[in-house]
């Protein structure tokens, strides 16, 4: 009786830390980094408008907006949007609506995970691209 529970536990000991193994490794080997600018939805789904840029916005004389940072600042506090990474192929959600607040309209270095299905960043560091 006692070598039976013992194998059960060694048996489940051995399974606890493969599937820790495979989550450590496999978050790992899902993080991604990306270069691109932080934008607003509103602006990069042509939301308001008709050239997926902050440009459109100008030319029209939207009150307040007068470049990429003020137009992105007033399309997510004012008027619904949310914070993405703009790229050159790409735009990709972000699940941290905080931090990239402070690079709006500024191209950036984003590292985090991806949801392919979602195209959501799941983000772990937003920082200034070099120039």
């Not at 600018?37 to 030319?59: G, L, P, R, T, Y």
Request: proline letters at 2%; charged letters at 25%; hydrophobic letters at 35%.
């Amino acid at each position: 009786m006692k070598k039976s529970v013992s194998c059960a536990i060694l048996a489940a000991s051995v399974v606890v830390l493969a599937l820790a193994s495979y989550a450590l490794t496999s978050g790992k080997e899902n993080v991604i980094t990306l270069n691109g600018a932080i934008s607003d939805s509103q602006c990069a789904f042509n939301v308001h408008s008709d050239s997926h840029s902050h440009k459109w916005m100008e030319k029209q004389g939207v009150y307040g907006v007068k470049d990429d940072k003020s137009c992105t600042m007033r399309c997510v506090k004012e008027m619904g949007g949310r914070y993405v990474l703009v790229t050159k192929k790409t735009v990709y959600h972000l699940d941290d609506q905080t931090r990239p607040e402070k690079f709006a309209g500024s191209n950036v270095k984003v590292t985090g995970t991806l949801d392919a299905k979602q195209q959501t960043l799941h983000v772990l560091t937003i920082e200034a691209e070099k120039p």
